[in-house]
């Protein structure tokens, strides 16, 4: 078994969008949402290059890599530390690619980023260090997005 549990692979699939973190050539920290992360095998998460220069150049420099997947409403989560590997070509390249468009991919993919996991370590809301419980942080956080979102 490798590193990713099954409680972890469902928890990345479920939220999909990862925050992700490269080095720049000078130093400095670069985010990035990508709304295609997924999880590749046991030691892998991926996700589609569609418009991510920044990102792409960072890593063709520098591979390390972190990527924050949180539940907005749990605020809960992961930190996935490890490589990545821009994938342009070939058959992984190809694989990757029929992945995300038997899925509904309808936008064009330039790189597959592949991340070689090396460490996951949990986040978690400070909130959970009071009496509150998951279902009350839950409610709150519902409501809040409810209260943006919801068009009466």
Known sequence: MGILTTEIKEFVKKQKLGFVAT?????????S??????VWDDEHLVFADIHSPGTINNLLNNPSVEINIVDIFTRKGYRFKGNGKVISK????EEAVSFYKDAGAKYTIKNIVLIKIEQILPLASPVYDTDISEDKII????????????RK
């Not at 080095?23 to 985010?31: E, S």
């Not at 949402?33 to 997924?38: C, S």
């Not at 070939?90 to 390249?93: A, D, Q």
Request: glycine content about 10%; hydrophobic content about 25%.
């Open 23 to 31: 080095v720049c050539p000078d130093g400095t920290p670069n985010l």
């Open 90 to 93: 070939g058959s992984l390249f």
């Open 33 to 38: 949402p990508k709304g295609t992360t997924t």
């Open 139 to 150: 409610e709150r956080w519902s409501d809040y997005w409810n209260s943006i979102y919801l």
